[in-house]
């Protein structure tokens, strides 16, 4: 099993565990290397640390940005990202603002579907904060019994051609590759066989576009071993990554216990021939 673990989310985005509870149990999982990647945001990161101390834990500055490539809504990670970037910090406040408004378009799709009162349900579970999104949108969706978890409203709301969607641009890849490198990070791309097995979603050529244009505009890494991966996207996925000569990141994208394909400290190997992103920074100490 890895010890490392470099995706999952906190309160301060769309996750169910503050950063200090988060980091106990990711300790108490056998995760020795962990980054903090909330969606768009960076405020949970210095709680997390302090706490990693407490456990002995190495952190890792993280952040998972929302982009908008094609017609395709993808999430980019950075790790070792420096918080304090004007660039980064700047344009991801951008991004938040912007959820305001999807928000608001996402509660008048379910209106219009006979669920009222979405909004000021999703923002109760997003604690008020901006950074509010469609998991907030699921969870009230989940309490007023129109789903039986979280995992299942995906099926039936908040995706294309379902109530609650609404289409949204993201940040460019372009400006999350720069402002993660402009930073000092490493970008990764997250949990690529969802953009595959997804309603529409990328054939081979289009996932090969997509890696030609990442790698040219200074992308390092790919999730091979993530919490929604198949054992057979594994294999994919490191294929992929020998191919374009990427690093290859793990991480389970644990929002919460019950709510997550994988809890946190519980992912396996990678495959043979797999070059682990953190390759990247020991190189650079």
Not at 7 to 34: I, M, N, Q, W, Y
Request: hydrophobic fraction near 35%; glycine fraction near 12%.
């Amino acid at each position: 099993m890895l010890d490392y673990d470099l995706h999952c989310h906190s309160t301060f985005s769309d996750g169910l565990l503050s950063p200090t509870a988060l980091v106990a149990r990711a300790a108490e999982r056998g995760v020795k290397f962990l980054a903090l990647t909330d969606h768009d945001d960076l405020s949970g990161l210095t709680e997390a640390s302090d706490a990693a101390k407490q456990h002995g834990m190495q952190f890792i500055n993280g952040v998972e940005i929302s982009v908008t490539w094609r017609s395709h809504t993808l999430h980019i990670i950075g790790l070792h990202i420096d918080p304090s970037h004007r660039p980064l910090t700047e344009g991801l406040r951008s991004i938040r603002d912007g959820r305001g408004a999807r928000a608001q378009l996402m509660a008048d799709s379910l209106a219009k579907s006979g669920i009222h009162g979405s909004l000021e349900g999703a923002y109760r579970y997003a604690g008020n904060r901006g950074m509010i999104g469609r998991t907030h949108f699921a969870r009230f969706l989940v309490e007023q019994g129109h789903c039986r978890d979280v995992r299942s409203v995906f099926k039936n709301y908040l995706v294309k051609n379902k109530p609650g969607y609404a289409a949204h641009h993201w940040a460019s890849l372009q400006d999350a590759v720069s402002w993660i490198s402009g930073s000092g990070g490493f970008p990764v791309l997250a949990h690529p066989g969802r953009y595959t097995v997804a309603r529409k979603g990328m054939g081979q050529k289009t996932m090969r576009e997509l890696l030609g244009e990442f790698i040219n505009l200074g992308g390092q890494g790919i999730e091979v071993v993530c919490g929604s991966h198949t054992p057979e996207q594994y294999v994919e996925f490191a294929r992929y990554a020998k191919e374009f000569n990427l690093l290859a990141s793990c991480g389970s994208d644990f929002h919460g216990p019950g709510e997550s394909y994988r809890d946190l400290g519980r992912l396996p190997d990678f495959p043979l021939d797999c070059r682990p992103i953190w390759l990247a920074w020991e190189a650079k100490r």
